[in-house]
């Protein structure tokens, strides 16, 4: 397969399903890993997709519909995620009450937390599972276990909730726009965040700079009333937000 046929069928993967895997890429077009990487670079440089971590996300802005798996989530700009996670876990005190919400980006986080004397609360079953392990006293919220994402979604979930006041929340997304807001595919996972986000007292995001500018379905949060934990900012206009905060 000539080159510019092998960039034709990748972009066409690449823009079905926003995220891809360098492996995935590898099997689909039946060819060499480094083949592949020498060709996202390529379309990196062009603009066509945004070249990540062990594969690669459209370039778009478009409107994203579904959940990518959290398996594959989890293997997708993890150097950004670790970068932001540390960060985002420096930020926990001894007397916080905290809210971990469901997501690849927490969970990277989740492994810098240190802080023993808080108390924490999450919707995700795997989250409760690594905080057990690390000692923290952790409580899991109720409801319906959502396959694709592994987060307790649901009525329940969100009823749950109300009982709660969190000192400090941390969150993921999908995408972070400046005029959407905060937003997700999944209307039920879109109020459980929209809940746990207004039990907090101090709410914050975590997004690598590939979320900056993506809009999903659904909206949970105003742009604005979460400060934004990201890396270096690809698109410069959103310097003048004073709730972002580059790592």
């Not at 150097?79 to 009450?97: N, S």
């Not at 919400?101 to 924490?120: F, H, N, P, Q, R």
């Amino acid at each position: 397969m000539l080159a510019e046929e092998r960039f034709r069928e990748i972009l066409k993967i690449v823009n079905e399903k926003k995220t891809v895997t360098v492996q995935e890429l590898t099997a689909l077009l039946e060819t060499s890993e480094s083949t592949i990487r020498r060709d996202l670079t390529t379309l990196h440089q062009r603009g066509a997709l945004i070249k990540v971590h062990g594969g690669a996300a459209a370039a778009e802005s478009e409107t994203m519909t579904r959940d990518a798996d959290l398996s594959l989530r989890s293997t997708l700009n993890k150097e950004e995620k670790a970068v932001i996670g540390k960060y985002a876990a420096g930020l926990i005190r001894e007397e916080d009450f905290i809210y971990l919400d469901a997501g690849s980006s927490v969970d990277v986080m989740i492994d810098y937390i240190t802080e023993t004397g808080a108390l924490y609360v999450t919707n995700a079953v795997s989250h409760a599972q690594k905080l057990l392990k690390k000692g923290m006293r952790v409580f899991l919220i109720g409801g319906e276990l959502k396959a694709v994402t592994e987060a307790i979604v649901g009525a329940e979930a969100v009823e749950g909730l109300k009982k709660y006041h969190f000192t400090k929340g941390f969150f993921g997304t999908n995408g972070a726009d400046a005029v959407s807001g905060y937003t997700t595919p999944d209307i039920t996972e879109a109020l459980v965040k929209e809940k746990a986000m207004q039990q907090c007292r101090k709410c914050y995001v975590l997004a690598d700079a590939s979320k900056i500018s993506q809009i999903s379905s659904v909206t949970f949060a105003d742009f604005q009333s979460a400060q934004l934990i990201t890396t270096k900012l690809q698109d410069v206009t959103y310097r003048k937000y004073a709730n972002i905060m580059e790592v």
